[in-house]
C-alpha cells in the first residue's frame, strides 16, 4: 500500500525527511491541502499565494519525474486527508513537524485518525529539546543561540530519494489554475518576477550568495546593496532545508557566524511559538495592554497612509513601496518602518503585523510576530519601547540614497545630501507628501504615551 506525505510549508525533494521515509516504505502519494480556515486571520496572505502557486507548480513537476503525484485538495487537512487515505488505501501519513498553532492541531487530529509519523526539517534542531540548566524553555534569543549552536552543526542534507515511485491507478485532485492564487489586481505583481520560487530557484539563491557570506556582516544593513541572502521565501516555504542552507554557507570564505546567527533567529521565533502559540495577537509582555494606542478616523488615515508609503520619510516611503511592489523588504527597512508605525504613528503593532502578512512572499507566524513584538517592546525578548529609531537618522546612516531612488521616483533627482530629509533640506518636490508628523512631536507624544506601560510593568 502506498503511503502519504503531507506537504505543507517543506515542499521540496531534497532534504525532506518525510518524502524520504516514504519513499523507503513503498509507493508515494503527495498531498498539499490549502485550508483558509483553520489558520483564522493568518490563512496564506495575498502575496504569499502568488509564491504558493508557482511553489506548488515547480514541486508538482519535480515529483512527476519520478512518478509521483501530488494531489491538491481544498479545506479542513485531516478531513482530506483521511478522505485520500481511504481512497489510496493508505494507513500512513509522513509529515514534517511544523510548529504554528494550527498545524499543531491538525497533527494532534491526524495523529488520532491515522499513523502520522512527523519528521524533523523545518529547523536546525528541535527547540523542546533545547534546554536550560533547570530544563526549562529559551526566553531570550542570546542564550537560545549560544545552547543551539553548540548542538550545531546540523546533520549533512540528504540528496532527494533515488527509489521515489508511485501508486497505479488515477486520484482525483483539485485544479490549481481552479484556487485562483494569482493576483487579480493588474497592477500588483510586476516586481515579483524577479523572484524564483520551488526548490531550483532556492538552491540557485543559496549558490549566488555563498560567495558574499563573508561580507554580510556589514553588507546586510545597507537597502541599496544586495548584501542578504533573500532566502526568506524559499526557507519559509522550506524549498530548501536550513541544514542545506548552514552546510553550504560554512564552506563559504571569512566570517559565516553573523549569517549563521540570523538563521538561528528563524529557530528561536519557532521557539517562541511553540511555547506562545498566540504570540501574533497577544502581548509578550502583559503590561502592554495598558498602552492607549491610537484609534478612530487620524488613526485610520495615518496607517493608509504608511501602507501606501506616502509619510513624508523617505526611508519609510522607499521601504514600504517595495514591500507592495517586490514582496519583500529589506530587513534594517522593516525594522525603521515598523518603529515609524508604532512610534511615530503610535498604531498598535498588531496593524502592521497583519500588513506585513498579507504583503510579505516570506510571511511567517513566528519571523513576523516576533520581529513585530521586537520593534514594539511588546514581546518576551525585545528592544525597549522607549528606544525610539530616528529614521531620518539611520537613512543617511546606512547609505540609502539609491535605495530610496528606486522605490520613490519623485525624489530620484534629489542629491545625496536632500534625499534622506527633503523638507528640511528645502526641496520637497510637489509631488511628494509632507512629513505626516515631526520626529520631535512623535517622539514626545510616544514617550508620554507609554508612561501609562511602565507606570504598572
Ligand atoms: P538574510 O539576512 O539573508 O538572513 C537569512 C535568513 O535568516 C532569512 O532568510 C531568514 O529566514 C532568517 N532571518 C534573518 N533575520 C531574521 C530575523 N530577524 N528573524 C527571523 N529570521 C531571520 N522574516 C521572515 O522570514 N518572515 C516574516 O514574516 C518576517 N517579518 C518581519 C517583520 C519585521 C517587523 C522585521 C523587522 C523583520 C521580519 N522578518 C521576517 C525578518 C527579516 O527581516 C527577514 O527574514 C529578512 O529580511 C529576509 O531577507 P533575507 O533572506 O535576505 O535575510
Same mark, same amino acid.
Given at each position: 500500500?502506498?503511503?502519504?506525505?503531507w506537504f505543507r510549508q517543506d515542499l521540496r525533494l531534497a532534504d525532506q525527511p518525510a518524502l524520504a521515509a516514504? %519513499?523507503?516504505?513503498?509507493?508515494?502519494?503527495?498531498?498539499?491541502?490549502?485550508?483558509?480556515?483553520?489558520?483564522?486571520?493568518?490563512?496564506?496572505?495575498?502575496?504569499?499565494r502568488w509564491w504558493l502557486h508557482h511553489s506548488l507548480t515547480a514541486l508538482a513537476a519535480d515529483l512527476?519525474?519520478?512518478?509521483?503525484?501530488?494531489?491538491?485538495?481544498?479545506?479542513?487537512?485531516?478531513a482530506e486527508i483521511g478522505k485520500l487515505a481511504k481512497e489510496v488505501g493508505a494507513e500512513t501519513v509522513h509529515a514534517v513537524h511544523h510548529y504554528e498553532p494550527w498545524w499543531k492541531v491538525a497533527e494532534d487530529a491526524l495523529g488520532?485518525?491515522?499513523?502520522?509519523?512527523?519528521?524533523?526539517?523545518?529547523?536546525?534542531?528541535?527547540?523542546?529539546?533545547?534546554?536550560?540548566?533547570?530544563?526549562?524553555?529559551?526566553?531570550? #534569543?542570546? %542564550? #537560545?543561540?549560544?545552547?543551539?549552536?553548540?548542538?550545531?552543526?546540523?546533520?549533512?542534507?540528504?540528496?532527494?530519494?533515488?527509489?521515489?515511485?508511485?501508486?497505479?491507478?488515477?486520484? %482525483?485532485s483539485d485544479d490549481l489554475a481552479d484556487w485562483k492564487l494569482l493576483p487579480t489586481t493588474p497592477d500588483w505583481s510586476p516586481g515579483f518576477a524577479d523572484w524564483k520560487p520551488g526548490e531550483a530557484g532556492a538552491h540557485a539563491?543559496?549558490?549566488? #550568495?555563498?560567495?558574499?557570506?563573508?561580507?554580510?556582516?556589514?553588507?546586510?544593513?545597507?537597502? *541599496? !546593496? !544586495?548584501?542578504? *541572502?533573500?532566502? *526568506?521565501?524559499h526557507l519559509h516555504h522550506g524549498e530548501v532545508s536550513p541544514a542545506a542552507v548552514w552546510h553550504a554557507v560554512a564552506k563559504g570564505k571569512g566570517d559565516t557566524e553573523?549569517?549563521?546567527?540570523?538563521?538561528?533567529?528563524?529557530?528561536?521565533? *519557532? /521557539?517562541?511559538?511553540?511555547?506562545?502559540?498566540?504570540?501574533?495577537?497577544? /502581548?509578550?509582555? /502583559?503590561?502592554?495592554? %495598558?498602552?492607549?494606542?491610537?484609534?478612530?478616523?487620524?488613526?485610520?488615515?495615518? #496607517?493608509?497612509?504608511?501602507? !501606501?508609503?506616502?509619510?513624508?520619510?523617505?526611508?519609510?516611503?522607499?521601504?514600504m513601496r517595495q514591500l507592495w511592489t517586490h514582496g519583500w523588504m529589506h530587513n534594517r527597512v522593516r525594522m525603521v518602518a515598523a518603529s515609524f508605525m508604532i512610534k511615530h504613528l503610535l498604531l498598535d503593532w498588531r496593524r502592521g503585523e497583519a500588513w506585513y502578512w498579507d504583503c510579505l512572499i516570506d510571511a511567517d507566524y513566528g519571523n513576523n510576530s516576533v520581529n513585530w513584538q521586537w520593534v514594539a517592546g511588546t514581546g518576551i525578548d525585545s528592544n525597549p519601547f522607549g528606544r525610539i529609531m530616528a529614521p531620518l537618522t539611520q537613512s543617511p546612516k546606512f547609505d540609502a540614497a539609491d535605495y530610496i531612488r528606486t522605490w520613490v521616483p519623485e525624489l530620484a533627482d534629489l542629491s545625496d545630501g536632500a534625499i534622506h530629509d527633503p523638507e528640511e533640506a528645502g526641496c520637497r518636490p510637489a509631488d511628494y507628501p509632507e512629513k505626516i508628523i515631526g520626529h520631535r512631536e512623535a517622539r514626545e507624544r510616544a514617550l508620554q504615551a507609554v508612561k501609562k506601560v511602565t507606570a504598572r510593568d
Open positions: 500500500t502506498p503511503s502519504i506525505v516514504a %519513499a523507503h516504505d513503498g509507493p508515494v502519494v503527495g498531498v498539499y491541502v490549502l485550508d483558509d480556515d483553520a489558520p483564522g486571520a493568518w490563512k496564506i496572505g495575498g502575496a504569499q512527476k519525474k519520478h512518478g509521483v503525484p501530488l494531489i491538491l485538495r481544498r479545506g479542513d487537512a485531516v488520532k485518525a491515522l499513523t502520522l509519523k512527523l519528521h524533523g526539517g523545518m529547523l536546525l534542531d528541535d527547540p523542546d529539546s533545547i534546554r536550560t540548566g533547570s530544563g526549562g524553555r529559551y526566553r531570550m #534569543f542570546t %542564550a #537560545f543561540w549560544k545552547a543551539l549552536r553548540e548542538r550545531m552543526p546540523p546533520p549533512e542534507p540528504i540528496a532527494a530519494p533515488r527509489n521515489l515511485s508511485g501508486p497505479s491507478g488515477k486520484i %482525483a539563491a543559496l549558490k549566488a #550568495f555563498v560567495p558574499k557570506v563573508g561580507a554580510y556582516d556589514t553588507a546586510r544593513n545597507l537597502p *541599496s !546593496e !544586495e548584501g542578504t *541572502s533573500r532566502l *526568506s521565501p553573523p549569517y549563521l546567527r540570523e538563521v538561528g533567529w528563524r529557530d528561536f521565533t *519557532s /521557539n517562541v511559538i511553540d511555547i506562545l502559540p498566540a504570540y501574533a495577537d497577544a /502581548n509578550g509582555r /502583559n503590561a502592554y495592554d %495598558a498602552m492607549p494606542w491610537r484609534t478612530g478616523k487620524e488613526a485610520d488615515a495615518d #496607517f493608509k497612509a504608511w501602507t !501606501e508609503g506616502r509619510t513624508g520619510y523617505p526611508l519609510v516611503d522607499a521601504g
